[in-house]
T-cell receptor, first 115, second 115 residues
Framework: AQKVTQAQTEISVVEKEDVTLDCVYE???????LFWYKQPPSGELVFLIR??????QNEISGRYSWNFQKSTSSFNFTITASQVVDSAVYFC????????????FGKGTMLLVSP | DVKVTQSSRYLVKRTGEKVFLECVQD?????MFWYRQDPGLGLRLIYF???????EKGDIPEGYSVSREKKERFSLILESASTNQTSMYLC??????????????FGEGSWLTVV
């Protein structure tokens, strides 16, 4: 069985602060894929990044960066110099490699960035 | 650009009514999914389909059925709506499930209230 844990239910920061959202996963698959999605108040889930289990290189995209640590089964997401527009619920998700696999989501972390 | 469209953003239905939630994707994706999202529970998979007329139960199929008569359209049906089905419903699609790395793209969501 697959499981994704986002221990932080809600985080509040002030604009320009850096913030890290934690994600820990469990899977028996040797090949798997990890995702982060952003859900703004409008409701749509916006895809941010996909990472496969063979690629442990960290990735940076503008103010966003992701730290994949296979040894600790973690895929953490950092926003540098946060902005009010970053306020949203962020979901970490896992997709295995067995059969017609689907996404297993964490319960999400609500990020509130205040001016 | 990727587009998953859910026909109704907000619905209010009465207990016992039959409810149809429609979803259309324009990316020629084989896989389509229905999730529901509830506070504190995250996203949970109801049903998915990997081809026309094919369907598979997800984690919480009870009280729901689906229909996939055309590749681009995936309908979620509540045969007899109940108040515990008040929720946000998210439709999604992706490329063939044999490549689990393919990203799942989501629609904007349908907020259903059953009174």
């Amino acid at each position: 069985a697959q499981k994704v844990t986002q221990a932080q239910t809600e985080i509040s920061v002030v604009e320009k602060e850096d913030v890290t959202l934690d994600c820990v996963y469990e899977t028996r698959d040797t090949t798997y894929y990890l995702f982060w999605y952003k859900q703004p108040p409008s409701g749509e889930l916006v895809f941010l990044i996909r990472r496969n289990s063979f690629d442990e290189q960290n990735e940076i995209s503008g103010r966003y960066s992701w730290n994949f640590q296979k040894s600790t089964s973690s895929f953490n997401f950092t926003i540098t110099a946060s902005q009010v527009v970053d306020s949203a619920v962020y979901f970490c998700a896992l997709r295995g490699n067995s059969g017609y696999s689907t996404l297993t989501f964490g319960k999400g972390t609500m990020l509130l960035v205040s001016p | 650009d990727v587009k998953v469209t859910q026909s109704s953003r907000y619905l209010v239905k009465r207990t016992g009514e039959k409810v149809f939630l429609e979803c259309v994707q324009d990316m020629d994706h084989e896989n389509m999914f229905w999730y529901r999202q509830d506070p504190g529970l995250g996203l949970r998979l109801i049903y998915f389909s990997y081809d026309v007329k094919m369907k598979e139960k997800g984690d919480i199929p009870e009280g729901y059925s689906v229909s996939r008569e055309k590749k681009e359209r995936f309908s979620l049906i509540l045969e007899s709506a109940s108040t515990n089905q008040t929720s946000m419903y998210l439709c999604a699609s992706s490329l063939p499930g044999t490549d689990s790395g393919n990203t799942i793209y989501f629609g904007e969501g349908s907020w259903l209230t059953v009174v």
